[in-house]
């Protein structure tokens, strides 16, 4: 069966055009990572063009980035990739600058999500772009910008969800200090920032599907819902932050205990009683970031790149390391409470583990493909050891197709599944 390649011919950039057209159409930044020094900006390709990728000047951290773009029509090539502005200030003698060390996608693909590593004095120290052709899901990613010495002390991503990069939002002063992508979103509406309006939600785990978010005797888990209490207890109102910090920051009020709210305590998840205090504003504060397939991923307000994740049931917030794993317990569907909801026989009674009736799971043997049918188009790739979640496996002689629903719903040889 096909296996993952990742073939990176890298794009060599074609002459570079003097100036490009004035107009462009409306596009919104995604996060940008790093620290909070420096001033905001963002530089946005012309209309119809998008970002194939990002030239550098380094020294121990980044220092300066040049956008490159190129024109698209009808998802082919459409002309020659041209720069547009240069940010921030050349680096002391001994750096790297130029197209060897620009991070760029390969050829006939653009740009749709960011990789950054962030030095201990919370400065991009050097990043990586995704990309994908037009009109395809098929990823890869570029090789990491250069650097001259220096050390990363954090991991951070962003993406397009399922638009496309049409320039760079970044924050520089003598260095940057934050980057991230300007998107034209083509993202269903459900991943668009919430509203600010209270309403009441469930969070849904995206690679448990059919495990929520709840409190259990006052510490957030994951568990299937057994009763109309734990649906109660997985309702939240989710609201405007209580630090009133933007549009896209949001706290998780309890249904059946007013006045409570989700907040994180020791990087452990519970819900706790309003104190009125701005610590407790701080830690029950979070940003919702739009995540691939309609998941969100919501962010600490205090604690830049550490989100609420899941690790063996439990809820936690802790700080990204960019892994696949990392994003997987990371990302939640919102839900609404009208949406019908299975309810499992009663468990156990211990909230931290999943009920014994939980579907059969495996981990790939070996790279391998998803199919959207059987022998039908890619729609992912596994790495050897990812894990996945098995609705059905044929066993006939010449039929090894196992159907899954986690990462996502899909089919794979089942000779490529250790089970």
Not at 105 to 116: E, F, K, L, R, T
Not at 194 to 218: A, C, D, I, W
């Amino acid at each position: 069966m096909p296996k993952l390649t990742r073939i990176l011919a890298f794009l060599a950039v074609a002459s570079i055009c003097a100036s490009a057209p004035a107009v462009a159409a409306q596009a919104t930044p995604t996060r940008v990572i790093g620290g909070e020094g420096g001033a905001a900006q963002t530089d946005q390709c012309a209309d119809g063009d998008y970002l194939v990728g990002i030239e550098t000047a380094s020294g121990k951290d980044l220092n300066q980035i040049t956008a490159l773009c190129q024109p698209y029509a009808n998802g082919q090539i459409n002309g020659d990739t041209y720069e547009l502005g240069t940010w921030g200030q050349p680096p002391d003698e001994g750096g790297f600058s130029g197209l060897d060390n620009a991070a760029t996608c390969p050829m006939n693909s653009v740009a749709v999500g960011i990789s950054v590593q962030v030095s201990k004095v919370n400065l991009v120290h050097r990043f990586r772009l995704t990309c994908t052709s037009p009109g395809s899901t098929k990823t890869s990613s570029t090789k990491w910008s250069g650097t001259n010495g220096g050390e990363a002390a954090a991991t951070g991503s962003a993406d397009c969800g399922s638009g496309l990069a049409v320039g760079i939002a970044f924050q520089y002063g003598a260095n940057i200090d934050a980057l991230g992508l300007l998107c034209l979103a083509a993202a269903p509406a459900d991943t668009t920032p919430p509203q600010t309006q209270p309403h009441r939600v469930l969070l849904e785990s995206t690679n448990f599907p059919g495990m929520y978010l709840r409190h259990k005797n006052f510490q957030a888990v994951l568990t299937k819902l057994s009763s109309d209490l734990d649906i109660k207890d997985a309702t939240f109102i989710l609201e405007p932050a209580l630090t009133h910090a933007g549009k896209a920051a949001v706290s998780f009020e309890s249904t059946n205990f007013p006045g409570m709210f989700l907040r994180h305590k020791n990087f452990r998840l519970v819900l706790e009683k309003n104190d009125g205090s701005d610590q407790f504003a701080k830690d029950a504060s979070f940003t919702m970031w739009p995540g691939p397939n309609g998941a969100f991923g919501f962010e600490a307000s205090n604690f830049p790149l550490y989100f609420i994740r899941h690790k063996d049931f439990k809820l936690w917030v802790e700080k990204t390391d960019d892994s696949k794993q990392f994003h997987a317990d990371s990302g939640f569907m919102v839900r609404s409470p009208s949406r019908p909801i299975k309810v499992d026989r009663p468990n156990d009674g211990n909230g931290d583990q999943p009920p014994t009736d939980t579907v059969p799971t495996a981990k790939a043997k070996t790279d391998t493909t998803l199919y959207a049918s059987p022998g039908g188009a890619e729609i992912d790739y596994l790495t050897a050891g990812d894990p996945v979640t098995i609705v059905a496996c044929n066993n006939t002689a010449d039929d090894h197709w196992c159907h899954v629903s986690a990462p996502k719903d899909g089919y794979i040889w089942g000779d490529d599944l250790e089970r």
